[in-house]
Structure formats: structure tokens, C-alpha cells
């Protein structure tokens, strides 16, 4: 079975910074594209960093420069680090398996909340 | 950069009925690679629909996808209680470049 188990989020002033953690079990994250997609309240899904599997990383321009995706292939875990957050990136950062063969994410986790705080 | 655009931004129907959701892309998606995702409050996207018109495994076949180039459309062919949801499309090409439609919130009228 896939699961994905996202930790970390929690409560952060603006200028801070976090990391989140997706614990992923049922694949391995070496042999899969991993994503981060978030939503802010209230509001639509935002894709935000991308992981290939040759390690290759790929971020939206919204967190280019201050988020960092990673992994740890011993700990089948990605990580996203989060620098110099604002409001806007008050959100639940969701971790999912993709994008799959069609483009698509197709294994989800349950999301961590980040609030930033000013 | 593609700009899915999903109408109407809300529908509502009653169980039973036909429920239309149109997703329209400002470039052309090439390979189909556009998706379909039913969120419920407080839950984590699920997969619909892959490949333009591939139901996800578990998917009932009364939602079906269809549509090419810069036209989609998610079909629920009877609306039952647990199908009042937000419906997302979402589109993948090379760069990559990933971005998601505003949603369709399908409620019970």
C-alpha cells in the first residue's frame, strides 16, 4: 500500500524558515518524481517544488530562491526546506507521488498546515 | 506559462442529475496530460481522471473525461450525495511546467 506522511508544518513568523518531511512507504523515492503542491485557505491547489528522480529539482517561480526540495533515499523521505516565508505561503503543503506517467499526481498525502505569522 | 481556467466556478444540482465541468487551457496540452481531482473540506486531493479521459483505479464509471488540445471536460453522469465536492483540473508539460484550474465546487441544490 502508498502512503504518503507529510510532518513539520506548525506555526512560523514571517522572515523564518521550516522543513517539511514526506515519510513515503509502497515506492521508492529514488525511482519516482515527488511533488509538494500547497493551498492556501480557502483557495486553490498550487504546485510548488519538484523532485525527479535523477535528483533533479524544479521549482515554482512564487518559491524559487527560497525553497529547497530534497530527499533521502536511506529514509525513503523528501524533504522541502522553507526559507524567508511570508503570509502568502500560509498554506497545507501536500506531498504526491508525480508528476506519473500522464502528468498526473496519483498518491497524495494527508498535507501539513504552515501558518506564518507576521 | 498554461492558465487552466475551469467554468462555472459553481454548479448546483440535485442527485441524480448530469453534472458538465469545462476546463479550458491557454496553450494547447500536448499528450492529454491533463487530470481530474475531487477535494473534500479538510481532505487531501483524490484522482479522477489521468490522461485526459483514463479513469484513476477505484474511480466509478459514472465520472468519464473527455477532450484534446485546449478543451476538457469532466462528465458525471449521475450525481450521487458523495459526489458534492471541488473538482480541479491540472495540466503537466515539459520545463516542467505544472499549474492547476481554480476549481469547480459542485453543490446540492
Known amino acids: 500500500e502508498v502512503q504518503l506522511v507529510e510532518s513539520g508544518g506548525g506555526l512560523v513568523q514571517s522572515g523564518g524558515s521550516l522543513r517539511l518531511s514526506c515519510a513515503v512507504s509502497?515506492?521508492?523515492?529514488?525511482?519516482?518524481?515527488v511533488s509538494w503542491v500547497r493551498q492556501a485557505p480557502g483557495k486553490g491547489l498550487e504546485w510548488v517544488s519538484l523532485?525527479?528522480?535523477?535528483?533533479?529539482?524544479y521549482d515554482a517561480d512564487s518559491v524559487k530562491g527560497r525553497f529547497t526540495v530534497s530527499r533521502d533515499n536511506s529514509k525513503n523521505t523528501v524533504y522541502l526546506q522553507m526559507n524567508s516565508l511570508t503570509g502568502e505561503d500560509t498554506a497545507v503543503y501536500y506531498c504526491?507521488?508525480?508528476?506519473?506517467?500522464?502528468?498526473?499526481?496519483?498518491?497524495w498525502g494527508q498535507g501539513t498546515l504552515v501558518t506564518v505569522s507576521s | 506559462e498554461i492558465v487552466l481556467t475551469q467554468s462555472p466556478g459553481t454548479l448546483s444540482l440535485s442527485p441524480g442529475e448530469r453534472a458538465t465541468l469545462s476546463c479550458r487551457a491557454s496553450?494547447?496540452?500536448?499528450?492529454?496530460?491533463l487530470a481530474w481531482y475531487q477535494q473534500k473540506p479538510g481532505q487531501a486531493p483524490r484522482p479522477l481522471i489521468y490522461?485526459?479521459?483514463r479513469r484513476a483505479t477505484g474511480i466509478p464509471d459514472r465520472f468519464s473525461g473527455s477532450g484534446s488540445g485546449t478543451d476538457f471536460t469532466l462528465t458525471i453522469s449521475r450525481l450521487e450525495p458523495e459526489d458534492f465536492a471541488v473538482y480541479y483540473c491540472?495540466?503537466?508539460?515539459?520545463?516542467?511546467?505544472?499549474?492547476f484550474g481554480g476549481g469547480t465546487k459542485v453543490e446540492i441544490k
Open positions: 509502497g515506492f521508492t523515492v529514488s525511482a519516482n518524481y
Open positions: 523532485i525527479y528522480s535523477d535528483a533533479t529539482t
Open positions: 496553450q494547447s496540452i500536448r499528450s492529454n496530460y
Open positions: 490522461g485526459a479521459s
Open positions: 491540472q495540466q503537466y508539460s515539459s520545463s516542467p511546467q505544472i499549474s
Open positions: 504526491a507521488r508525480g508528476p506519473a506517467l500522464y502528468g498526473d499526481f496519483d498518491y
